[in-house]
Structure formats: C-alpha cells, structure tokens
C-alpha cells in the first residue's frame, strides 16, 4: 500500500526567507509524486509532479522538489517565501495509474512580514 | 489549460434533504472521475471513482446508497448526497485527469461546501 507523511502540519516563515516542506512516501514500486496548494476558497493547483524523470523538478511560483529514493522523500522547497505563498500544501503519491491520489495529511504554511 | 467546475460552490439545507453537486470538465472529456471530500483542516479523502457509462467504484466504509454518483457524459459527474444529515456537511471536491497530452495529471474542482442544518 502507498502512503505519504508529511512531517510537518505547520511551517511558519518570514519573507524572503527560505521554505521546506518536508514529505517521506512509502511505495512497492516506483511512484509518482506530486505537490498541490490548496489557498483559501479556491480549488486545489498543481506545483510540480515527479513521474521517473529528472530527480529534481522545478515546479511553478518558483518551487521545487528533489525525489529521493534513498530516503523516499519528496521535500518541497523554495529560495525565497513570498506572502502570497501562504496556503495549505499537500504531497500526493498516485496509485501508479495516475488516477487515485493518496494525499499526506497537510501542511499549513505562514509568510510573516 | 484543463479546468474542471463545480456547482454548487456552497449549498446548505436542511437534515433529511438531498443534495446534488455537479462536476465538469470544461474543455476535455473525462471518461473518469474522482470525489474527494475534506473536513476542516484535514486531509483529502477519496469516496468514490465516477465511471462514465459503468457503475462508480466506492472506496472502502463509503457508502453508495448515501452518495450516489452518475456520470451521465464525458463532461459531467454528480455527487448526490441523500438523506443528508448534519455529519455530511463538509468540503465536496472533484477532480479528473487531464485531457490527451497530461493525463498524468488530476485537475481539481473548486469544491463545494455542504452545510447540513
């Protein structure tokens, strides 16, 4: 069975300051993986996907994340936080057919002036 | 790019009711779809996976005669909470994987807020 446990439930910050966003996953085979933003009242978007590629994929909003099998991780990160960066970030591993999503659990990030 | 709508985006009635929420793909078609939904600062669940032309596929201790699900095009799923009692309000979201060239991809539906009185 797949799973994803994202370590942290909330990442507070300060602007223009650097931003991790911790996930580990577990999976029998190769997975996909993905990070979603959720803001508030507004549906979930897509920062970036790993889908067997390149271990490092950059996403939009100037995220990215390193795919690490070693240590079956899938952190997310960012140089610089932007205020508008604050919102609800999920770690998603497929099923392997790219249909059914298994979310981690959240994590709440604040950009403080 | 893929966008996917929801409809209602918030609905509240009252216990005993029942409720329909609709889910389309707006310029793709989606043989498949997925119903999440989410409590208050909680995680996504999967319910249930919208079959175009076939029966939906449940997850488990979802129950199907409370959440009927019909996915009557390949643009359009809906959710139907019947019965409705105050433990099913919360945050309903779809989803559907991406036309051709991204079906790699889940796009998500902006949600809709069930409050059941």
């Known amino acids: 069975a797949q799973s994803v446990t994202q370590l942290d439930s909330h990442v507070s910050v300060s602007e223009g300051t650097p931003v991790l966003l911790r996930c580990n996953y577990s999976?029998?085979?190769?997975?996909?993986l993905f990070w979603y933003v959720q803001h508030p009242n507004k549906g979930l978007q897509l920062l970036l996907k790993y889908t067997s590629a390149a271990t490092l994929v950059k996403g939009i909003n100037g995220f990215e994340a390193e795919f690490k099998k070693s240590e079956t991780s899938f952190h997310l990160t960012k140089p610089s936080a932007h205020m508008s960066d604050a919102a609800e970030y999920f770690c998603v591993v497929s099923d392997g057919g790219y249909n059914k999503l298994i979310f981690g659990a959240g994590t709440r990030l604040a950009v403080h002036p | 790019g893929a966008v996917v709508s929801q409809h209602p985006s918030r609905v509240i009635c009252k216990s005993g009711t029942s409720v329909k929420i609709e889910c389309r793909s707006l310029?793709?078609?989606?043989?498949?779809m997925f119903w999440y939904r989410q409590f208050p600062k909680q995680s996504l669940m999967l319910m249930a996976t919208s079959n175009e032309g076939s029966k939906a596929t449940y997850e488990q201790g979802v129950e199907k005669d409370k959440f009927l699900i019909n996915h009557a095009s390949l643009t359009l799923s809906t959710l139907t909470v019947t019965s409705a009692h105050p433990e099913d309000s919360s945050f309903y979201i779809c989803?559907?994987?991406?036309?051709?060239?991204?079906?790699?991809?889940?796009?998500f539906g902006p949600g809709t807020r069930l409050t059941v009185l």
């Open positions: 310029d793709f078609q989606a043989t498949t």
């Open positions: 989803s559907a994987p991406g036309p051709t060239a991204f079906t790699d991809t889940q796009y």
């Open positions: 999976s029998s085979y190769s997975p996909s």
